[in-house]
């Protein structure tokens, strides 16, 4: 069974320690073996949810739902692990899982496998990790009609390098099926998209964790990411140049005051102008430490307000047209 890294721990006593857990993963009339517990901000104190071997009833499921985030006990963990395997296997199987549940399974999967990558990225075994994730991702997003709000609707609420990147890959992939790239095109995407941000892997941990602004010293050590990234990718073996430029560029800014190359407008390549405008989503829209989630409504108007000599305004508008028509502006 594969250990869950415990990337979200917080420690309510000394005595008890809680781990997050993914809350889509539950559902009407699952009996779990470990209570749960929740909390509507990250530094309060945990409450008691739900008890062990209480069936989840449609008013807990609404509650979830509404709830920011949920845990478990550590020491709960193997039992939560359990859980989510027999699902894994489940979804596996059966074709009638309804597709949030489904999205909530490969996302978990996914986040497994980031997590793991962020630690070794130099392994050559990433890019088939990496392809199995972004095919599972669009072979998802063909299947069913509501895939894209179903997957959009659990992208993570706190920012984690890993997290970002598996969001970012979800944006990307649903803003390039809704500009109707085909599905050769839209693999390329999603890996570009999944390993955009691999290069913070070799920047100094204090900074990429650090809560608050960076000095101008630590930023200048953060711009060296999209070409760390770059090397990584070319040493595990990467040689498409959409890919690559996708990594390498999605900092540039079409007024050329981006990094690290300072391209200007559409000498900016397509991947890198995707990723570009859904890592400025990502990174606005999800809560850190040291500030709020802002709405995609505030976010979107910043970004039209804002943004505009940085980032492709028409992609930006089409990005906004693709969350009114699968109408996800109003539920996120
Ligand atoms: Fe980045």
Not at 49 to 69: G, M, V, Y
Not at 98 to 106: G, L, M, R
Not at 246 to 256: A, C, F, M, N, Q
Request: glycine share 4%; with cysteine.
């Amino acid at each position: 069974m594969k250990q869950v890294r415990i990337s979200r721990r917080y420690d309510e006593t000394p005595h008890e320690v809680y781990v997050e857990i993914e809350k889509w993963l539950l559902d009407i009339g699952d009996i779990l073996t470990f209570d749960l517990f929740s909390t509507d901000d990250k530094f309060s104190d945990k409450s008691f949810f739900l008890a062990q071997n209480t069936p989840i009833s449609s008013n807990d499921k609404t509650e979830i739902e509404q709830i920011r985030s949920l845990y478990i006990r550590q020491s709960d963990l193997p039992s939560y692990n359990r859980f989510v395997d027999k699902l894994v296997q489940a979804v596996a199987r059966n074709e009638q899982i309804p597709i949030t549940k489904k999205a909530a399974v490969i996302y978990r999967q996914a986040s497994v496998i980031l997590d793991e990558m962020f630690e070794n990225p130099e392994e050559l075994e990433n890019v088939p990790k990496s392809k199995q994730v972004v095919n599972t991702f669009v072979n998802t997003i063909f299947s069913d009609t509501h895939a894209i709000e179903s997957m959009i609707k659990i992208t993570a609420y706190d920012y984690y390098t890993h997290t970002h990147s598996i969001n970012v890959c979800i944006y990307s992939l649903s803003l390039g099926s809704y500009l109707k790239l085909d599905p050769i095109t839209l693999e390329e995407l999603g890996m570009s998209a999944l390993l955009h941000d691999l290069g913070k892997s070799r920047v100094n941990p204090n900074i990429t964790n650090k809560k608050g602004r960076l000095t101008d010293s630590e930023f200048e050590e953060m711009k060296h990411h999209p070409l760390y990234g770059y090397t990584i990718a070319l040493k595990i073996g990467i040689r498409d140049r959409s890919i690559l430029d996708g990594i390498r560029h999605h900092h540039e800014k079409l007024d050329g005051n981006g990094y690290p190359d300072g391209l200007m407008g559409k000498s900016i390549t397509l991947f890198a102008r995707i990723i570009g405008v859904c890592d400025v989503f990502d990174a606005l829209s999800t809560q850190r430490s040291y500030k709020d989630k802002m709405s995609s409504y505030e976010t979107l108007r910043l970004m039209k307000i804002s943004m505009q000599h940085h980032l492709d305004m028409e992609l930006v508008d089409a990005f906004i047209r693709m969350q009114q028509h699968d109408a996800i502006l109003t539920s996120l």
